[in-house]
């Protein structure tokens, strides 16, 4: 994969509680992130909240921050501005995602340096 030119999308998993919504209708919370895969910045997020604005503002808590090297920062700001019964399911649906993007992003990183140490 040409990091450079391409992004890569992620999805984490979290329960929320049983009298929430999203367990009602959708039985589990679900976050998807798309990513920079030439720098880890995250271009866009989704989850499958009940209601937009919801959607918009945890959006806005992400969009922007560098996945991996924000993590302190994102935690934080989710629990510093978002006062809903989901909050925890967030931070976990997100470093579900961020387990995932961390293992793509070694095995990316290992196939672009044997390609380079081949081209040598």
């Given amino acids: 994969?040409?990091?450079?030119?391409?992004?890569?999308?992620?999805?984490?998993?979290?329960?929320?509680t049983m009298?929430?919504?999203i367990?009602?209708?959708?039985?589990?919370?679900?976050?998807?992130?798309?990513?920079?895969?030439?720098?880890?910045?995250?271009?866009?997020?989704?989850?499958?909240g009940t209601m937009k604005l919801t959607k918009d503002f945890i959006n806005r808590i992400f969009e922007g921050k560098i996945f991996d090297?924000?993590?302190?920062k994102i935690i934080e700001e989710i629990s510093?501005?978002?006062?809903?019964?989901s909050t925890r399911a967030i931070v976990v649906a997100y470093r579900d995602a961020l387990q995932k993007y961390k293992k793509v992003k070694k095995d990316i990183l290992e196939k672009n340096s044997k390609e380079k140490y081949s081209e040598e």
């Fill in 80 to 85: 510093e501005r978002y006062y809903a019964s």
């Fill in 69 to 72: 090297d924000d993590e302190e």
């Fill in 23 to 48: 367990t009602k209708i959708y039985g589990t919370f679900y976050m998807a992130f798309e990513v920079d895969a030439s720098n880890g910045k995250i271009i866009r997020t989704d989850c499958n």
């Fill in 19 to 21: 009298d929430n919504a």
């Fill in 1 to 16: 994969m040409n990091m450079k030119t391409k992004s890569i999308y992620f999805t984490g998993e979290a329960r929320t």
